[in-house]
């Protein structure tokens, strides 16, 4: 049960690695975030079978401990790859509303221009 969460673990550290090297389009930003919930799923599901098993040990509140903290760990690697992505979106959107800007400074500053020119 611990090495589910271990390797959910590396594969959230290994995806927020990526996510903070690659410029993504649209349609990776939403593959990104279908596989984060995806993830939070699977951390939902060991944390209930790691729970099942902690009913059958004698120390049953140090066992679900450990078992909410992995859970805990896990999470917060999808949350810091949420946080990277979202960054990135906020990014794309701002240059995205920079270029509009300046095309619509250009065409106002031609538009005189050319109205000058008989």
Same mark, same amino acid.
């Given at each position: ?64 401990? %450990? ?21 990135? %979106? ?5 240059? %995205? ?9 250009? %065409? ?11």
């Amino acid at each position: 049960m611990r090495q589910a969460f271990v390797c959910l673990l590396l594969l959230g550290a290994t995806c927020l690695a990526q996510a903070q090297t690659e410029p993504r389009g649209a349609e990776a930003v939403r593959q990104t975030r279908e596989r984060i919930a995806a993830d939070r799923t699977r951390i939902a599901e060991v944390l209930a079978e790691q729970e099942r098993g902690c009913y059958q040990r004698f120390a049953v509140n140090d066992c679900l401990r %450990e078992a909410r903290r992995q859970q805990r760990d896990a999470l917060a690697v999808l949350r810091r790859e949420e946080i990277a992505l979202n960054a990135e %979106e906020r990014r794309r959107r701002e240059a %995205e509303r920079v270029k509009r800007l300046q095309a619509r400074q250009a %065409e106002a500053a031609a538009a005189p221009a050319s109205a000058a020119k008989p």
